[in-house]
């Protein structure tokens, strides 16, 4: 069964800048949104960034003006840079995409912000 592979996690200090990436272990048809959640301890899964086949994006307002997440169509990959981080974005973060016929997790990446 295909599943999605994150990397770019880690431990920053406030102000720091990492990059997600995310890409399925196999081949996927027809995906049609891409995106990122996350979930801190005793808080739900929140949408980050979502994107589009066409490139339409939309963030939360929390990380609007800081996050920016992208996509190569051709490789089947999504992307988040995330800027100014700070501490209340950490985070287990989570890439999702959307397909025809199934929607896809990623096993989830650690994201650690430090004062």
């Known amino acids: 069964q295909v599943q999605l592979v994150e990397s770019g996690g880690g431990l920053v200090q406030a102000g720091g800048s990492l990059r997600l990436s995310c890409a399925p272990s196999?081949?996927?048809?027809?995906?049609?949104?891409m995106g990122w959640y996350r979930q801190a301890p005793g808080k739900q899964r929140e949408l980050v960034a979502h994107?589009?086949?066409?490139?339409?994006?939309n963030y939360a307002d929390s990380v609007k003006g800081r996050f920016t997440i992208s996509r190569d169509n051709a490789k089947n990959t999504v992307y988040l840079q995330m800027n100014s981080l700070k501490p209340d974005d950490t985070a287990v973060y989570y890439c999702?995409?959307?397909?025809?016929?199934?929607?896809?997790w990623g096993q989830g990446t650690q994201v650690t912000v430090s004062s």
């Open positions: 999702n995409f959307q397909a025809l016929l199934h929607v896809y």
């Open positions: 196999g081949s996927i048809f027809s995906i049609n949104a």
């Open positions: 994107i589009t086949t066409g490139g339409t994006t």
